[in-house]
């Protein structure tokens, strides 16, 4: 078993649409949270911490449930821009990626 | 401040010739990673250091790739002999301290041919 599964995707929605991604990891001793973005041949860039109260930046939330150990994040009112892939990221000294959901964002 | 350097950017080699990737870390990051990314197998955690001490290499594929870390703004990845399978972009990153985030390099796009 991967230690941080993600949804497979790809998702495909509208310019405007709600879309919401989510992860498992199987550490329970993971210590911090990250959603990365990473474009097309680019390197993987932070898109934000994740907090177990939740946290918002945005149009972009959050979401750490400790005791499910799941991971989530929704993106409101999606743009062309947010096509990218994300990856949900479980840090405990070292740090491990999922494999990364690709979104497209259609006009 | 500069981010994490990655060199070389792309290097096309021969099957059994040796590859050398270098990773120069941000300026004061304890933490250093190496991961390798493919479309089959995502983004693998090859192996990282704390404080130039490698600890954890659990992630190294085979006694062909080896890392070092000589000091706190250096870093390398060898692989020796390489073979096609090892075709992958490598990336290097770094990070302050322990469970913060991680900041990448542009990557190194390794061709074996």
């Known amino acids: 078993r991967k230690e941080v599964e993600q949804d497979p995707g790809p998702f495909n929605v509208p310019e405007g649409a709600t879309v919401a991604f989510n992860c498992t990891y199987s550490n329970s001793a993971s210590q911090s949270f990250f959603w990365y973005r990473q474009d097309c041949r680019k390197e993987p860039k932070l898109l934000m911490s994740?907090?177990?109260s939740g946290n918002e930046d945005g149009r972009f939330t959050a979401q750490l449930n400790r005791a499910s150990q799941y991971i989530s994040l929704l993106i409101r009112d999606s743009k062309l821009s947010d096509s990218a892939t994300y990856l949900c990221?479980?840090?405990?000294?070292?740090?491990?990626f999922g494999a990364g959901t690709r979104l497209t964002v259609k006009p | 401040d500069a981010g994490v350097i990655q060199s070389p950017r792309h290097e096309v080699t021969e099957m059994g010739q040796e590859v050398t990737l270098r990773c120069k870390p941000i300026?004061?990051?304890?933490?250093l990673f190496w991961y390798r990314q493919t479309m089959m197998r995502g983004l693998e955690l090859l192996i990282y250091?704390?404080?130039?001490?490698?600890?954890?290499d659990s992630g190294m594929p085979e006694d062909r790739f080896s890392a070092k870390m000589p000091n706190a703004s250096f870093s390398t990845l060898k692989i020796q002999p390489s073979e096609p399978r090892d075709s992958a972009v490598y990336f290097c990153a770094s990070s302050r301290r322990g469970n913060t985030e991680a900041f990448f390099g542009q990557g190194t796009r390794l061709t074996v041919v």
């Open positions: 300026s004061g990051h304890d933490y």
């Open positions: 994740v907090y177990s």
């Open positions: 990221v479980v840090r405990n000294n070292d740090m491990r």
């Open positions: 250091f704390n404080n130039n001490v490698p600890i954890d």
